[in-house]
């Protein structure tokens, strides 16, 4: 029989959300466990494009408010726990790309956006010389402004595991019946909580309705079908910006477990239902392509897709852009959802909030986990694609 053992808080779900928020807990004194079902960062988090947005998009959106100003703040976050201070330590974390672009087509609209830019940001954003201009975007036919973006693209997969590796023996693995009833789990195994938190992304909500944690909780679904192509001609990180709110397209680089260069590509090229056809997404990236950077040739390229379902929790400012974390509440239990990868500090400082506020200190003790298996890594959504011509 299962000795039983109290945690401070026992969390589900180990993406951003849930590796973040252990890892702050555990660097506190708090006995925090983090139980996942699958992989170790899979999910949304894997999915990632790695992007510490500081606000421009909800800028561009026409949002410039209090919340996203805050927002703004999210950047020196990241780059403080990259320097290894703060919170958390993601010393061990690596860099993919210091700053982004945004590229602009000429016209009325391509001014208006540079304004909005200028006016949320400040000296965070400017517009590029031509003479200053990435030598791949000098020769890729491209026709329009170049906007200078200080905001950081991440590695995910090094994020995950510098979040991870020094908490591996209180990430433990469960299975997937356990997760569909996560808090007979707890009772059943031995493992009482001064407070739970789900950090599950999809499943928060099927949990909280289940337990009738539910009364008050808005969540949204936002489905998205990821395009991503190989060989990649050269680094990009980059917004293509047209006549919507959204990019056109949002392109970031990664390297396959071959060493081959991958664009993953986001924006309105993957808002689509994820049981679309694959074609649909790959049909808009090569539009966009055609359209920004005519001259480049990717007509060997191999092109893959990644069905991906947005769950978060709906804005308090309504609308299908939330611009800040969620965190609902049912007695000693929390749901919560970052919403982007930028939010995790975020969604951290809510949870030390509430545990204070519970007056749950950090207990100081280290529980021994042994007794549930450890949990393996998600794999990259390049690594496992299907790859066609």
Request: glycine share 8%; with cysteine; charged share 15%.
């Amino acid at each position: 029989m299962t000795k039983a053992r109290t945690a401070d808080i026992v969390i589900f779900g180990a993406g951003i959300a849930g590796l973040w928020t252990h890892a702050c807990l555990r660097n506190l004194g708090y006995d925090s466990l983090l139980l996942e079902s699958r992989n170790i960062g899979g999910g949304q988090t894997i999915a990632s494009q790695g992007i510490i947005h500081s606000g421009l998009k909800f800028a561009f959106a026409g949002k410039i408010s209090t919340l996203a100003k805050s927002i703004s703040a999210m950047p020196e976050r990241w780059r403080e726990a990259l320097a290894g201070q703060g919170g958390v330590d993601l010393s061990q974390a690596k860099i993919a790309a210091p700053s982004q672009l945004l590229l602009i087509p000429p016209g009325l609209l391509g001014g208006i956006s540079k304004t909005v830019a200028k006016k949320a940001l400040g000296k965070n954003v400017r517009e590029l010389n031509s003479a200053d201009w990435p030598s791949e975007i000098k020769t890729s036919g491209f026709g329009g402004s170049v906007v200078f973006m200080d905001e950081l693209v991440l590695d995910i997969p090094s994020v995950i595991r510098a979040l991870a590796e020094p908490n591996e023996s209180s990430i433990r693995s469960i299975s997937e019946n356990a997760a569909r009833a996560p808090l007979a789990f707890l009772n059943e195994s031995g493992i009482a909580a001064k407070k739970i938190l789900f950090t599950a992304a999809g499943s928060n909500a099927e949990i909280a309705t289940q337990e009738k944690h539910d009364q008050g909780l808005e969540t949204q679904n936002r489905p998205l079908l990821m395009a991503m192509m190989k060989p990649a001609p050269f680094p990009l990180y980059a917004h293509f910006l047209g006549k919507t709110k959204k990019p056109v397209a949002t392109v970031t680089t990664h390297t396959d477990q071959d060493g081959t260069l991958v664009w993953y590509i986001g924006g309105l090229v993957a808002e689509r239902a994820m049981d679309s056809p694959a074609q649909d997404s790959i049909n808009a990236a090569k539009k966009a392509f055609a359209a920004y950077l005519p001259s480049i040739n990717i007509s060997n390229a191999q092109w893959a897709v990644l069905p991906i379902s947005r769950a978060e929790g709906k804005s308090k400012t309504g609308g299908w852009m939330p611009d800040t974390p969620t965190l609902h509440r049912a007695g000693n239990v929390l749901y919560g959802w970052p919403t982007k990868l930028t939010f995790a500090p975020m969604l951290a400082d809510s949870v030390l909030i509430e545990l204070s506020q519970s007056n749950i200190s950090p207990s100081g003790t280290t529980s021994d986990w042994s007794f549930l298996p450890a949990a393996a890594y998600a794999q990259t959504p390049w690594d496992t694609a299907r790859w066609i011509p």
